[in-house]
């Protein structure tokens, strides 16, 4: 997460045939052979692939030999032009008008400075819609960044306007259809659209985020049809270690992902991040048998849905131990450790993730968002994931839904009282006078959304900040935009007990300053764009 550059990530190929004409290129694939700790399992990915390629092939040719190559390619056109059709029918749904949502992730990995995603959606009259990423903060020094590659269009940054799409559509076939109705604004150098040479490798945590703040200005517009703020993918964790009598390595990957929000009627899924629900956990028995690792844990989460008349998705709790001097620990893409997931509706927030280790002494040590780990032999390593928002107010819940969560394990009488007001037994039978006195004196008025405290204590600091900020970051060239945005910040944190207008124009002055001691003497013109500067 850390690399700041693209050649920190790997080796970089330009676009080469790995098979030419039927043939392997040993050469190029020897390539990845010898720059990979498991060049066996990795050959039997790309083979599983490369079978797959060729059956579209020969199945693909045999369309053409049946029905012949213009009839082929009539059809597929007529498939992209009648998903686009089905696809404006589904927009036109959208009320007209323009609606915006900020997500954040909560540091860049480098720093406790946030990472600010703005979109603005705007629906049409005619089935199309814009999102528009401008005041998205800029590209930074880690890998979140998301390059287009100078492309006007990219699947991950419409993501949650396509599920929205084929969830909602009927008969919709999954093309570049979909895609014909969206327009994109992206603002260069910046975080969504990014620029050489800056690091990309965990760029699909962005999309994640990304399709966050879709769904936030989704439920500005059509509540009823989208879910709330979903905990997201917490982590992915790698476990490295010696192949016991064998010179290779073994590799596990696993992912820990949070609850999804509530909404369209249903409560969250648990543990599953939207996004990437095809992502599937090694079954603990595979995990032990592969690798020399005891898993202590592998469960749901109690008591950390956001509450909500439709609560959202609990998050998965995992622990193990690793039995092996030689193990390394990777977490890739760690987050919503201090930002929820966003209760929509009157719902209340998810909550947030953590990462500690029992080590050897019986003191626990909160390793935070580090992203490799060299565990002790007795060392236990903890994750929690947060769980997903809620949508609508938690004291308009069904009773027996909550206590049915009482009898699985996953909700405390306590938060059943306290969060949604309903009183059970041990047995887990409603107490119906009890909880309609507790729900008397509950407070049924709410927001449109609840960030949760994490965002909620930033935004009441820093609220005005952002804007006034991204207005003038673009004078400033793309490499130390970072640098001056994370300087004011820093200047204000020191400066000012309270943040006004008047203190963000005389931080942005102090950096300005400071600017002028990289440039030429008496000016900036080597760190501004050109003709810009005062």
Same mark, same amino acid.
């Given at each position: 997460?850390?690399?700041?550059?693209?050649?920190?990530?790997? /080796?970089?190929?330009?676009?080469?045939?790995?098979?030419?004409?039927?043939?392997?290129?040993? *050469?190029?694939?020897?390539?990845?052979?010898?720059?990979?700790?498991?060049?066996?399992?990795?050959?039997?990915?790309?083979?599983?692939?490369?079978?797959?390629?060729? !059956? $579209?092939?020969?199945?693909? %040719?045999?369309?053409?030999?049946?029905?012949?190559?213009?009839?082929?390619?009539?059809?597929?056109?007529?498939?992209?032009?009648?998903?686009?059709?089905?696809?404006?029918? =589904?927009?036109?749904?959208?009320?007209?008008?323009?609606?915006?949502?900020?997500?954040?992730?909560?540091?860049?990995?480098?720093?406790?400075?946030?990472?600010?995603?703005?979109?603005?959606?705007?629906?049409?009259?005619?089935?199309?819609?814009?999102?528009?990423?401008?005041?998205?903060?800029?590209?930074?020094?880690?890998?979140?960044?998301?390059?287009?590659?100078?492309?006007?269009?990219?699947?991950?940054?419409?993501?949650?306007?396509?599920?929205?799409? !084929?969830?909602?559509?009927?008969?919709?076939?999954?093309?570049?259809? /979909?895609?014909?109705? /969206?327009?994109?604004? +992206?603002?260069?150098?910046?975080?969504?659209?990014?620029?050489?040479?800056?690091?990309?490798? +965990?760029?699909?945590?962005?999309?994640?985020?990304?399709?966050?703040?879709?769904?936030?200005?989704?439920?500005?517009?059509?509540?009823?049809?989208? @879910?709330?703020?979903?905990?997201?993918?917490?982590?992915?964790?790698?476990?490295?270690?010696?192949?016991? $009598?064998?010179?290779?390595?073994?590799?596990?990957?696993?992912? !820990?992902?949070?609850?999804?929000?509530?909404? +369209?009627?249903?409560?969250?899924?648990?543990?599953?991040?939207?996004?990437?629900?095809?992502?599937?956990?090694?079954?603990?028995?595979?995990?032990?048998?592969?690798?020399?690792?005891?898993?202590?844990?592998?469960?749901?989460?109690?008591?950390?849905?956001?509450?909500?008349?439709?609560?959202?998705?609990?998050?998965?709790?995992?622990?193990?131990?690793?039995?092996?001097?030689?193990?390394?620990?990777?977490?890739?893409?760690?987050?919503?450790?201090?930002?929820?997931?966003?209760?929509?509706?009157?719902?209340?927030?998810?909550?947030?993730?953590?990462?500690?280790?029992?080590?050897?002494?019986?003191?626990?040590?909160? /390793?935070?968002?580090?992203?490799?780990? $060299?565990?002790?032999?007795?060392?236990?390593?903890?994750?929690?994931?947060?769980?997903?928002?809620?949508?609508?107010?938690?004291?308009?819940?069904?009773?027996?839904?909550?206590?049915?969560?009482? #009898?699985?394990?996953?909700?405390?009488?306590?938060?059943?009282?306290?969060?949604?007001?309903?009183? =059970?037994?041990?047995?887990?039978?409603?107490?119906?006078?009890?909880?309609?006195?507790?729900?008397?004196?509950?407070?049924?008025?709410?927001?449109?959304? *609840?960030?949760? @405290?994490?965002?909620?204590?930033?935004?009441?600091?820093?609220?005005?900040?952002?804007?006034?900020?991204?207005?003038?970051? @673009?004078?400033?060239?793309?490499?130390?935009?970072?640098?001056?945005?994370?300087?004011?910040?820093? %200047?204000?944190?020191?400066?000012?007990?309270?943040?006004?207008?008047?203190?963000?124009?005389?931080?942005?002055?102090?950096?300005?300053?400071?600017?002028?001691? #990289?440039?030429?003497?008496?000016?900036?013109?080597?760190?501004?764009?050109?003709?810009?500067?005062?």
């Amino acid at each position: 997460m850390r690399n700041h550059e693209i050649f920190q990530e790997g /080796i970089r190929l330009r676009p080469t045939k790995l098979v030419r004409q039927g043939e392997l290129n040993e *050469d190029v694939w020897n390539i990845f052979a010898d720059n990979s700790r498991i060049p066996e399992l990795n050959w039997g990915d790309i083979s599983a692939m490369l079978s797959a390629l060729k !059956v $579209g092939d020969r199945r693909i %040719h045999g369309l053409i030999e049946r029905h012949g190559l213009d009839a082929v390619q009539e059809s597929m056109y007529r498939t992209l032009d009648n998903t686009e059709a089905l696809t404006r029918q =589904v927009l036109a749904e959208i009320p007209v008008g323009s609606y915006s949502f900020t997500e954040y992730f909560e540091d860049d990995y480098v720093s406790d400075l946030p990472v600010r995603i703005q979109v603005e959606l705007t629906v049409r009259d005619d089935g199309t819609v814009g999102l528009d990423f401008s005041g998205s903060d800029p590209q930074v020094r880690a890998a979140i960044n998301l390059p287009t590659g100078g492309n006007r269009h990219h699947p991950f940054l419409c993501l949650g306007l396509v599920n929205f799409v !084929v969830t909602h559509g009927h008969g919709l076939h999954y093309n570049g259809g /979909i895609h014909r109705c /969206i327009d994109l604004t +992206m603002p260069e150098h910046s975080v969504v659209n990014s620029s050489y040479p800056a690091a990309c490798g +965990m760029r699909f945590s962005t999309a994640c985020r990304i399709q966050e703040a879709v769904l936030g200005a989704l439920n500005k517009a059509v509540p009823q049809l989208v @879910p709330a703020g979903g905990a997201d993918q917490s982590v992915i964790t790698y476990i490295s270690t010696s192949e016991l $009598g064998k010179p290779g390595r073994v590799v596990v990957a696993n992912p !820990v992902q949070g609850g999804s929000g509530g909404g +369209m009627n249903l409560d969250g899924e648990s543990a599953v991040n939207l996004a990437a629900a095809f992502l599937r956990s090694v079954p603990v028995e595979v995990l032990e048998a592969e690798c020399p690792v005891t898993v202590h844990a592998l469960r749901l989460r109690p008591d950390s849905e956001g509450a909500g008349r439709l609560r959202g998705g609990f998050g998965l709790e995992y622990a193990l131990q690793v039995h092996h001097p030689d193990a390394v620990f990777v977490m890739r893409g760690q987050d919503r450790h201090r930002f929820s997931g966003f209760g929509a509706d009157g719902g209340q927030a998810g909550t947030t993730a953590k990462c500690t280790v029992a080590v050897e002494d019986g003191s626990l040590l909160d /390793i935070g968002k580090d992203s490799v780990y $060299g565990p002790g032999p007795a060392d236990v390593i903890h994750f929690v994931s947060g769980g997903g928002g809620g949508q609508g107010p938690a004291v308009d819940r069904e009773p027996q839904s909550v206590a049915d969560d009482f #009898f699985d394990g996953l909700v405390s009488a306590e938060r059943a009282r306290d969060a949604y007001g309903v009183v =059970v037994d041990q047995a887990g039978d409603v107490d119906t006078a009890a909880t309609a006195a507790a729900r008397a004196g509950m407070d049924a008025r709410h927001g449109q959304f *609840d960030y949760g @405290p994490g965002r909620t204590g930033w935004e009441a600091r820093y609220g005005d900040v952002a804007d006034r900020v991204a207005e003038w970051l @673009p004078r400033l060239h793309p490499s130390v935009r970072r640098w001056a945005q994370a300087s004011i910040y820093a %200047h204000l944190d020191a400066t000012a007990d309270t943040v006004t207008g008047k203190e963000i124009d005389a931080a942005i002055a102090a950096v300005e300053r400071g600017l002028q001691a #990289f440039g030429p003497p008496g000016s900036t013109e080597s760190l501004y764009l050109p003709n810009t500067a005062d």
